[in-house]
């Protein structure tokens, strides 16, 4: 290895550990709010790559016809649980199903107008974020007390059941997106894709955003307390449905702008949100699913990790990224103290 | 229907069945087989222990390949391949068990997913394991001298050994080592304060199901005589666990139930849901992963009690009340038992127990007191082990507490109640005081899976009756623990802790929360204890409940002792009436 093929690994890893780093954000976020492993996170990313590659062939995306099965689940679900008080049911879908049937009129008609890319990128980001509030309402919310392990249960079944929707609406084929920006950089002899900036630059500038708004907003705190006490957080006035839905929100419109990025450095299909979710994982986990700087730095670890035995030993690629969880498992239960879920 | 006709039925049915059946359905039996053995790991993981795993499917297939790579390469006989993927097995389990499971609840899960992913790509990535097609040509299973070449043979082998780790199953849930895993969901606090390691319980009952799933692989691999990744994949781990969520954890047979439901649903939705939709692909999924969300958000507890209401389940029979375990040498009336100096606790800057000193004897009943925040449960936490005091010493017959865990201080002699109740709710009065004599039994878990723990067991049962007659609740013995009213369940706790043969008596706030004959008759409780020459340390915050029932008063407030000596001395303190009253 020579110092050029370094840095265009080191420059590899990096741009997909920032990616990595926006999921493991996302993570931290879910898990801090409502305690929930969010294991289908990489989903919201392959359907946002799918969702914009449609529309770059001119196709109608398939993500039209999963907000509606969304939206229809949501309905049944409000009907079934305010059976009784039917004057609530019309307000409750307003919350839960009516943000995806907007957003499916958005791609629909961001499709039928045959618009441009810009408007593309902007449906792309609504229809994967409308999702987020619907499948907290769908899957997590009627078991939003459970113990983490149940919760974790239903995320791995909500991961599943989106995969095999993704197969059924966007089809088995790979697909990949035009980059936003084809400009390069040369420094000091290395070259610097426009792409990988713009990929360095978001993910920088969420990590600080996060980290400021959990530390120093009233709604940030807000979302905490309910992490760490959904009926005191209640007494206090902060909705701990609300909370869910909205850090799941957030965490789809991260999946939905990590997808833009992701999607024109490598092809994508269906089932490819689970790998790249999971890689953002072990950074999650390094930072112990609490802390955003440290579960940032343990993404791009893990970026570099995967850019550099690529190289080594290509085959064992995604076996040495994934048994890199344990020594860092044991390195957590060696450095934190544990306390009791109670 | 009894139980026993029941199974009877099931065996018979088992039996006959591929004698009658056409060969697709000996096959899926077949395939019931090898994945209730999976889902029995999981049930005793998922529903009793409250852990989970994702990469269940991950040690189906180190025992399916350790066995194809060495019988097919190195001609190794399949019996010996089983003992090495069992070994294997057992290394790789209990690593990642003790890396996980000392810590919260949530890294096991991922770091079998990790694990589950990273062997996958593994077994398709070694080229002497043929890659993602496979290693084929693998032996026959040879028993006694005859080979079993024929599904149908087979299908008496896979349902033999499947009903043998029911058996052992059931066995060691009903047991000492059983009654501690199932005691773990109720948190590390309670089982570690009857010498109970919960770490590696846990692990245990992670590596048993690694083992059940293992030898499951073996099977798969000399039924098949192929084996190739894709039946090891994250996707099948998954499978495994919504089959152990279907069947509940009420039973062992819920793993049955849940392998069978599920597998029938999947060849069932294989067969229609690519006509349904018009092209293939696993879209079963979509269906599982929903039946499982919507299983986990309404019935919690799988299916199995849905059916377990046809088949009432009479109550076991119990040994009498008997006295047959060793009980320790208490200290003669009088001697110090418990001595503390100067015990300080700081939480940061904060002192919550600053310096407290006071001592208990034997024979004693002594009330640690104070108002609310005055630092008692710290007091007793720093006694009991649950917490550890920053400074000062703490001696219990003379040992030195202070750096000692919880469970260390249980095996020297001191029996615990808690304040918020911690009964494991599922299981009965008896069986929760039985879990007080842990550390009075020997038996682990291999003895108790095959039924060589019973003189052990009796021994347990007879002591745990012993000690609810002692507190008055034997005729409570064989209901739920969770059906009985706050109260009883407060001298259920007692009668826990006194099943540990203690020579000290930590009650924590024992009268909180109960209502006044409910105190009249715990007061009545203790009192006779006393009479038996128990040592108790009482701590509470009602002064009346105390007053008639101790020998002395220990009065803390803010961290700090305010007073000692006689009930009625105390009570006239002017520092104690202001502490109280504030006047």
Not at chain 2, 512 to 538: C, D, W
């Amino acid at each position: 290895m020579d110092f050029s093929i370094a840095t265009l690994l080191a420059q590899d890893g990096l741009t997909n550990g920032a990616i990595y780093c926006l999921l493991a954000l996302a993570l931290v976020l879910v898990f801090a709010v409502t305690r929930v492993i969010f294991v289908p996170q990489g989903e919201f990313v392959a359907f946002a790559v799918l969702t914009l590659a449609a529309f770059e062939q001119n196709k109608l995306p398939g993500t039209v016809w999963l907000l509606l099965a969304l939206a229809a689940a949501a309905v049944l679900s409000e009907t079934l649980t305010y059976r009784r008080e039917p004057a609530r049911i019309l307000r409750a879908v307003a919350g839960s199903a009516l943000p995806c049937v907007v957003a499916a009129a958005v791609v629909w008609g961001v499709w039928a107008s045959q618009a441009g890319f810009a408007l593309q990128v902007l449906a792309t980001v609504v229809s994967v974020t409308a999702m987020g509030p619907a499948v907290y309402r769908l899957a997590f919310q009627p078991v939003a007390t459970a113990p983490v392990l149940t919760l974790l249960i239903v995320s791995v079944a909500v991961h599943f059941v989106l995969t095999g929707l993704g197969l059924l609406f966007f089809g088995a084929e790979g697909a990949r997106t035009s980059a936003f920006t084809s400009t390069s950089f040369s420094v000091g002899g290395v070259n610097i894709s426009g792409q990988s900036l713009l990929v360095y630059a978001f993910t920088a500038s969420l990590v600080i955003i996060m980290g400021a708004f959990f530390k120093y907003t009233l709604f940030g705190k807000a979302l905490r307390a309910t992490a760490a006490n959904r009926t005191g957080a209640r007494l206090a006035g902060v909705s701990p449905n609300f909370a869910g839905r909205l850090s799941l929100t957030l965490a789809a419109a991260i999946g939905a702008i990590s997808g833009l990025l992701i999607g024109p450095i490598t092809t994508v299909y269906y089932d490819s949100g689970f790998l790249v979710g999971l890689k953002g994982f072990v950074g999650a986990i390094v930072g112990g699913l609490a802390s955003y700087p440290i579960a940032a730095a343990g993404a791009i670890f893990v970026g570099l990790v995967e850019a550099f035995s690529s190289f080594w030993a290509s085959a064992y690629k995604e076996v040495i990224v994934f048994t890199l969880i344990l020594p860092i498992l044991l390195w957590r239960s060696l450095t934190t103290t544990h306390h009791e879920e109670e | 229907m009894n139980p026993r006709i029941l199974l009877a039925i099931v065996v018979g049915v088992i039996g006959i069945a591929p004698m009658v059946a056409p060969a697709f359905y000996v096959t899926l039996l077949n395939y019931i087989g090898l994945y209730s053995l999976v889902a029995l790991g999981l049930v005793l993981l998922t529903g009793v222990a409250g852990q989970t795993s994702f990469g269940q499917a991950a040690f189906v297939g180190l025992g399916a390949y350790t066995t194809a790579v060495l019988t097919t390469q190195y001609g190794m006989s399949p019996w010996f391949t089983l003992i090495i993927a069992l070994g294997i097995t057992l290394a790789v389990g209990y690593l990642l068990g003790i890396i996980t499971l000392s810590m919260g609840g949530h890294y096991l899960p991922l770091a079998t997913i990790a694990w589950g992913i990273s062997l996958y790509f593994l077994m398709g990535t070694i080229e002497s394991f043929g890659g993602f097609t496979g290693i084929t040509g693998v032996p026959a299973v040879t028993l006694f001298g005859f080979k079993l070449e024929k599904e149908g043979e087979f299908y008496y082998f896979i349902w033999i050994v499947v009903l043998a780790a029911l058996w052992c199953i059931a066995n060691l849930l009903d047991s000492r080592p059983g009654r501690a895993i199932r005691a773990l969901k109720q948190g590390s606090t309670m089982v570690e304060a009857f010498g109970i390691h919960p770490g590696r319980t846990k692990t245990a009952a992670f590596v048993i199901a690694a083992l059940l799933a293992c030898l499951s692989g073996w099977l798969y691999a000399h039924l098949q005589r192929f084996v190739n990744p894709t039946p090891f994949g994250i996707n099948q781990g998954i499978e495994y666990l919504f089959m152990a969520v279907v069947g509940g954890a009420v039973s062992v047979w819920g793993a049955v139930l849940g392998a069978a439901l599920v597998t029938l649903l999947k060849t069932w939705l294989q067969d229609w849901l690519p006509k349904l939709i018009g092209e293939a692909g696993q879209f079963e999924i979509i269906v599982f992963g929903v039946l499982l969300v919507l299983l986990l958000q309404y019935a919690r507890d799988g299916l199995l009690p849905y059916l377990q209401r046809f088949v009432p389940i009479p109550p076991r029979k119990l040994p009498a009340a008997g006295d047959r375990l060793p009980h320790r040498t208490m200290p003669a009336l009088g001697t110090a038992v418990l001595d503390v100096n100067a015990a300080r606790k700081t939480f940061g800057g904060l002192v919550a127990v600053n310096d407290v000193t006071f001592n208990v004897n034997s024979g004693e009943v002594v009330g640690l007191i104070g108002p609310n925040g005055a630092g008692k449960s710290t007091c007793f936490n720093l006694i009991s082990g649950a917490l550890e005091a920053s400074a000062g010493s703490i001696k219990f017959m003379g040992t030195e507490l202070i750096g000692k865990s919880a469970s260390d201080i249980a095996k020297l002699g001191l029996g615990r109640t808690f304040q918020h109740v911690k009964l494991v709710g599922t299981m009965t009065v008896v069986e929760n005081v039985a879990l007080g004599a842990y550390l009075r039994g020997s038996k682990g878990i291999i003895a108790s899976s095959l039924r060589l723990n019973t003189a052990d067991e009796a021994a347990a049962l007879a002591e745990a009756m012993r000690q609810l007659e002692r507190v008055g609740l034997a005729a409570h013995a064989h209901d739920a623990a969770n059906s009985l009213p706050l109260g009883k369940q407060r001298i259920v706790e007692i009668a826990r802790a006194l099943a540990s043969d203690p020579i000290l008596l930590l009650l924590d706030e024992p009268a909180a929360g109960l209502r006044y004959a409910e105190k009249q008759q715990l007061a009545a409780l203790i009192k006779s204890l006393k009479g038996e020459g128990m040592t108790v340390l009482l701590v509470e915050h009602d002064m009346d409940f105390v007053m008639g029932l101790v020998d002395r008063l220990v009065v803390l407030n803010f961290g700090q002792k305010l007073a000692q000596g006689l009930p009625e001395a105390v009570q006239a303190d002017p520092a104690v009436r202001e502490a109280y009253l504030g006047a």
